[in-house]
């Protein structure tokens, strides 16, 4: 009998993964389902294959979720996160392996046992974010420990950026290629990490200001800050008694800064709306954050030098030129009803930072392994990048996309016989699909330097 | 029949409280049950007034807080917010009118028409802030108002303070005589009032830094910050259309700056707990959140300056000063365990910034008022000062209990005839109330000035 895929959810991230299990059903006479709630943006992507189908689905249907699931071998949910549960519950009653990028919960987790007796693989983290981060660091990890190193730190970056051609006119040199609403919350709650054995916190208000950067071939130097999360992978990657470890988000030089300015002003506050904020412009918002904004402006009087002020910076800062090319000194209606600043702040950055058609997103990842072996210290440092053909081909699908569907292929082929919950920090996993994603051009590039003492 | 009063709650609020219902209840032939979980401490603020008892009560206790409740004929409840409920319900059932001191919520609002029906009073916010800054504002703007002034700004400043010569050897100028945790947490979420008929927004990471000040004859200048609830005063006060509303918290000057480094380093956070606290000391969790700490110290090696340059104050800051006062360089163990950076820097606030049994508290109260009448401008302050007598008779434990003390006379002696849901926003309370506090010593001293056009 032909094995059926079901895929839930056509979005952006859903391109390559499409591609590339049409592609496979096609030569292994497989057949793929793509279900969504936009029928035409399932149909768009299944396009003319002879071996799939776009089906419209209501995910909350659950007769119609279940025939679909019922009549699959394997399930790959790119739902949001809240939604996956309905999924992965009917795929233990019907004895479906299934696939997801999304972090797994602490209940996930727990149908261990479940997934076992049902016989079925369930996998989740394995698009690139969580996912290839995973993969590629335990091969080295792995490899390093089978070397007798001894691993004294871990640093790991990852940035989801715009080709340089494409940002010409943006001087914050950043456009929206994920989740825009994670990106205006981003460093909220306090960032932790380790190092040289000892817990480090930084506060949200200094996430954007202690930077640290990283030099990448052909793309030269990257600033980066620090994650909120370092700690949970002293854990996950066997690294309990790791002296440092602590992980970064990418930005091209000046975004932080800047960004920065936002956070200060308060801007990215989701916690309480804006009174009336429908009839205010961006303007009027600034002022409100302001202090001693005048009734009727005095000669001379001008908001950009009132604002560098208030920021503390010199009134030449290219903060202040960032800030002036979204808009917010301009008389623009806000236009969102009673919204809190980060919504309104997302409101104009989704207008400001889209993506064009034709634009290439870029993904760069790097990890840093600094490791004695012989009584020397060394550091290897290992780097991907990898940049999307437009808006719809992104890097970002691709890389999101390709260990999913190489994961549903090897399950089908049987070549992979894992059963349970897992996310791909075993070489069960991360082994042959590393192979298969650097045959598809995803390669991590390796660097080894001896450390030499200060 | 002996008319009988029911306090719950014998704690630091409450001294002043009984002693005037003792008082009174010696005078009118009425019987006062103090409460509390600990009796031994309701026995001791009872003493051997034979117009009283100290009962032990675990207010879980339903019988028997039911049991006291129908014996009386009106309850004070000092508890803390969230067990008012149970009390409240209790009064509706046994048609017993009720005082307490606390915020009123929305669901005590709506319990307005219940209590006319049983034709009792349940009155909130009758204590100092909330209450007495009620009371003494509502009759300024009555007064105002019948004068046909237009009140064109409204700017209300209070703090818990300490007599000076009682901070000789504290260079913060501060001690807790108010609820601790609360100081700790001040400012968080975002501060918003009205200036010149805009809304305005200072986010937490400004509200320490954005000060005003105020002058207090015998005590001088006075740095004051802006409370984050302002906009509620004004259909509470109904100046639905005041231009200017800001409502402030006053401490002595320096006390801000100081603060705000503690907000800067993220020591005020309650969100997340610090791993192993209870192994670290002070200066460990300081270095968590400094940068390059070294694990050997180079020669000349300075904390304090470390600390000086990631503030980005002068090494010579007086700021850094009352840091190390605080003892946040030593390496004294924190002890307690797993604990947010708010919880432990409260443990050791409360060490440092305890009451000494002598003592005097102090609390400043001012109102300011700006108003428009005949076509000229003018400014009314009206403002209250008192001071402690010791740690135990506060001005605070006076200034909260003695509204509520008189609000209870009046009702039991029927000069009140109020029913139904109340804050002593109204004249039928404040004008008695304010009356009788003048008495007793709790004055406003109102002084008019013209402001001139610039």
């Known amino acids: 009998m032909k094995q059926k895929i079901l895929i839930l959810g056509a979005g952006r991230a859903a391109t390559a993964l499409i591609d590339y299990l049409l592609n496979e059903a096609a030569k292994n006479d497989w057949f793929v389902t793509v279900a969504d709630f936009d029928e035409e943006l399932a149909?768009?992507?299944?396009?003319?294959?002879?071996?799939?189908?776009?089906?419209?689905?209501?995910?909350?249907?659950?007769?119609?979720?279940?025939?679909?699931?019922?009549?699959?071998?394997?399930v790959v949910s790119l739902l949001p996160v809240n939604l996956h549960y309905l999924v992965v519950k009917d795929c233990l009653t019907y004895k479906k392996h299934i696939v997801t990028a999304s972090y797994l919960s602490q209940e996930m987790y727990g149908l261990d046992r479940e997934a076992r007796k049902a016989a079925i693989v369930m996998v989740g983290e394995m698009g690139l974010d969580p996912g290839i981060d995973h993969m590629s660091a335990m091969e080295k990890i792995d490899a390093l420990r089978a070397d007798n190193c001894k691993i004294i730190a871990f640093r790991s970056y990852t940035g989801g950026l715009v080709s340089k051609e494409n940002l010409a006119d943006n001087p914050w040199n950043y456009k929206f290629t994920w989740n825009p609403r994670n990106v205006v919350l981003a460093g909220q709650g306090t960032a932790q990490y380790i190092s040289e054995g000892k817990y480090k916190y930084i506060p949200y208000n200094r996430v954007f200001q202690r930077l640290d950067e990283i030099r990448v071939d052909g793309i030269g130097?990257?600033?980066?800050?620090?994650?909120?999360?370092?700690?949970?992978?002293?854990?996950?990657?066997?690294?309990?008694?790791?002296?440092?470890?602590?992980?970064?988000?990418?930005?091209?030089p000046g975004y932080c800064r800047a960004w920065n300015a936002l956070v200060k002003l308060g801007w990215t506050d989701d916690t309480y709306p804006i009174i009336d904020s429908e009839l205010m412009t961006y303007r009027e918002l600034l002022e409100s954050y302001l202090r001693g904004v005048f009734k009727q402006y005095p000669a001379g009087y001008n908001l950009r030098n009132h604002l560098a002020d208030f920021l503390r910076i010199d009134r030449s800062d290219p903060v202040i030129e960032k800030l002036e090319w979204l808009g917010i000194f301009e008389k623009t209606p806000i236009e969102v009803k009673n919204a809190s600043p980060a919504v309104i702040l997302q409101n104009l950055l989704q207008k400001k930072w889209k993506l064009q058609p034709d634009d290439k997103d870029l993904i760069v990842m790097q990890h840093q392994f600094d490791y004695e072996k012989n009584g020397k210290q060394f550091r290897l440092s290992s780097t991907m990048k990898m940049y999307g053909e437009d808006s719809v081909h992104t890097a970002m699908s691709k890389l999101v996309g390709l260990p999913i569907g190489i994961f549903v292929k090897l399950t089908l082929q049987d070549q992979l016989k894992l059963r349970g919950v897992h996310i791909p920090v075993?070489?069960?996993?991360?082994?042959?699909?590393?192979?298969?994603?650097s045959e598809l051009g995803v390669r991590f590039e390796d660097k080894v330097q001896e450390l030499k003492a200060e």
Chains 1, 2 share one sequence.
């Open 43 to 74: 149909k768009e992507k299944v396009g003319h294959s002879g071996n799939g189908r776009a089906v419209q689905l209501n995910i909350s249907n659950t007769k119609k979720r279940r025939e679909l699931i019922q009549e699959a071998d394997i």
């Open 426 to 437: 075993i070489p069960e996993i991360y082994t042959p699909v590393l192979a298969e994603l």
């Open 221 to 252: 130097k990257l600033e980066a800050y620090v994650n909120r999360d370092s700690l949970l992978y002293k854990t996950l990657y066997h690294l309990e008694d790791i002296p440092t470890l602590i992980r970064y988000t990418l930005r091209y």
